[in-house]
C-alpha cells in the first residue's frame, strides 16, 4: 500500500465517521423537520415555513434545546433562533 493509498482511506474513512455521527445525531424527526424547514425556506411557501415552526411551538412533546443544537450542526442557529424566537 502506498501513502496516497493510506491517505485516501483516512479521507473515505473520517467522512463515514461524520455522516454517521450526524445520522446519529438526528433521534428526533420533529426537530429535524424544523430545521429542515427553515433550511429550505427560501424554496418553500413562507406559510409552510410559519405553519412547521407553529406546529413545532405548540407541540408539548418539544424540545427547544435539542431544536438549537441541530440547528447548530446545519449551521443555521441564527436563522432558527430568530424565526422559532417569535413563536416562544
Known amino acids: 500500500m502506498t501513502d496516497d493509498d493510506e491517505d485516501a482511506m483516512s479521507i473515505v474513512y473520517a467522512s463515514r465517521i461524520k455522516v454517521s455521527?450526524?445520522?446519529s445525531a438526528f433521534a428526533s424527526m420533529a426537530?429535524?423537520?424544523v430545521c429542515d424547514a427553515i433550511r429550505h425556506a427560501g424554496k418553500m411557501d413562507p406559510e409552510v415555513v410559519n405553519q412547521?415552526?407553529?406546529s413545532y411551538v405548540a407541540d408539548p412533546a418539544k424540545n427547544i434545546g435539542t431544536l438549537m443544537e441541530y440547528s447548530r450542526l446545519l449551521?443555521?442557529?441564527r436563522k432558527?433562533?430568530?424565526l422559532v424566537g417569535v413563536w416562544l
Do not use: K, N
Open 80 to 82: 432558527a433562533e430568530s
Open 31 to 33: 426537530e429535524r423537520a
Open 52 to 54: 412547521a415552526i407553529r
Open 75 to 77: 449551521r443555521i442557529q
Open 21 to 23: 455521527s450526524m445520522r
